[in-house]
């Protein structure tokens, strides 16, 4: 486990994440946003856990990690969005 200040445990999944982005209250496009702005925060192979409450993210998720090369793990929990980074991001 690394001391990343943002590694956090689910406490409903018991998942660990490298990076949390809290993106509940914001609408889309915003929380894909937020995603491709900080992914890079973590290494190639760590977990971001995606929180968002707007419905969109739902299917932005998914669509933004297949354009971008990265992993679309699910959703283990309702409105959370894990997406495993396997390739440097583009500018």
Known sequence: ????????RDAASGA???????????RCPTPVIELA?????????GLVAVL???????????????MRGQEYVGEPVPQTY???RLTETRP
């Open 37 to 45: 702005r900080r992914i890079g925060e973590v290494p190639v192979g």
């Open 52 to 66: 968002a409450d707007d419905e969109a993210a739902r299917h932005d998720v998914p669509a933004w990690c297949e």
């Open 16 to 26: 660990t994440y490298d990076l949390t982005v809290d993106a509940r209250g914001m």
């Open 1 to 8: 486990m690394t001391d990343h200040p943002d590694r956090a």
């Open 82 to 84: 894990v997406v495993r």
